[in-house]
T-cell receptor, first 112, second 113 residues
C-alpha cells in the first residue's frame, strides 16, 4: 500500500522567509501528485497538481517539484506571509487505484 | 470554478440514528469520494464512485454505505451512528481517473453523542 510521509509535521517561520515542505511516497507508480491547503475546520483547497510526466508546477509564490524515481516532492513557498498559515497536505494518486493517498500534513505558522 | 457542496457544516446526532451526508458537484465529474479526517490519522478513504450507481469500498467502509443515483450527487450513509464515527467528513470529486485534479467540499463536522 502506498505510504505518504510529510516532514516536518509542524513549522514556524517569521514572515518573509522562503520555506520548503517535503513529501515522500513509497511507490513510484503514480499518476499524479497534488498539494492542498487546509485552514482549521475547513475543507481542502487544491494548490498544485503535478502529473507523473512533469517535474514541477508553479502558481504565484508556490512551486512544487516531483522526483518520481526517488519518491519525493517538495513545495516551495517564497516570501511567506501570515496568510500562508495553514496545514499543507500532499497526496498521490497511485496507478493501481482511483483515490488519493494522503500524508498527514505539515502545519505551518508564519508569524508577523 | 468547480464547486463541491456538502449539505451541512456541522451535525450532531444520537447514537443509533441513521445519518445521511449529502454531497453535490456541479462540474459533471465522473469520480466522487468520501473521506474522513481524524487527528493523528489523516484522511482515510471510506468509499468512492466512478459512475452512477457504481461504488467501491475504500480503506474503512465498515459502518458506512453510499448511494449515487445521479451523477452530481453522492451520499454517505451511517446506518447506525456510533460515537467512534465522530469525525470530519470530506467529499471530493474529479473529472476521470487519469491525471485529474481532485476538488473538495467544505467538510461536515459530525458529532455522535
Amino acid at each position: 500500500k502506498q505510504e505518504v510521509t510529510q516532514i516536518p509535521a509542524a513549522l514556524s517561520v517569521p514572515e518573509g522567509e522562503n520555506l520548503v515542505l517535503n513529501c515522500s511516497f513509497t511507490d513510484s507508480a503514480i499518476y499524479n501528485l497534488q498539494w492542498f491547503r487546509q485552514d482549521p475546520g475547513k475543507g481542502l483547497t487544491s494548490l498544485l497538481l503535478i502529473q507523473s510526466s512533469q517535474r514541477e508546477q508553479t502558481s504565484g509564490r508556490l512551486n512544487a517539484s516531483l522526483d518520481k524515481s526517488s519518491g519525493r516532492s517538495t513545495l516551495y513557498i517564497a516570501a511567506s506571509q501570515p496568510g500562508d498559515s495553514a496545514t499543507y497536505l500532499c497526496a498521490v494518486e497511485a496507478n493501481s487505484g482511483y483515490a488519493l493517498n494522503f500524508g498527514k500534513g505539515t502545519s505551518l505558522l508564519v508569524t508577523p | 470554478d468547480v464547486k463541491v457542496t456538502q449539505s451541512s457544516r456541522y451535525l450532531v446526532k444520537r447514537t443509533g440514528e441513521k445519518v445521511f451526508l449529502e454531497c453535490v458537484q456541479d462540474m459533471d465529474h465522473e469520480n466522487m469520494f468520501w473521506y474522513r479526517q481524524d487527528p493523528g490519522l489523516g484522511l482515510r478513504l471510506i468509499y468512492f464512485s466512478y459512475d452512477v450507481k457504481m461504488k467501491e469500498k475504500g480503506d474503512i467502509p465498515e459502518g458506512y454505505s453510499v448511494s449515487r443515483e445521479k451523477k452530481e450527487r453522492f451520499s454517505l450513509i451511517l446506518e447506525s451512528a456510533s460515537t467512534n464515527q465522530t469525525s470530519m467528513y470530506l467529499c471530493a470529486s474529479s473529472w476521470d481517473r487519469v491525471n485529474t485534479e481532485a476538488f473538495f467540499g467544505q467538510g461536515t463536522r459530525l458529532t455522535v453523542v
